[in-house]
């Protein structure tokens, strides 16, 4: 997860911005901090789907386990 100084620079940017402009080396930065960003969201959401499991409650292999006797 991005540092929340990193957070809180792209924000700081943004406001900038849409107040008064950037300059060139702020666009470069800004540009850089979304990639940054923009690598991090796709790593932990690609991670949170990882670990989704999909079940059919119709599928047969389902039904088995579950008129198994418990032991």
Do not use: C, H, T
């Not at 080396?25 to 850089?32: F, G, K, L, V």
């Not at 690598?39 to 579950?66: C, G, S, T, Y």
């Amino acid at each position: 997860m991005l540092e929340k100084e990193l957070l809180d620079r792209i924000n700081e940017l943004a406001r900038k911005k849409k107040a008064e402009g950037l300059s060139q080396e702020e666009i470069q930065e800004q540009a850089y901090l979304r990639e940054l960003f923009l690598e991090d969201f796709r790593a932990r959401f690609r991670a949170q789907l990882d670990n989704i499991e999909l079940v059919d409650p119709d599928d047969p292999r389902l039904r088995k386990e579950k008129e198994r006797p418990v032991s």
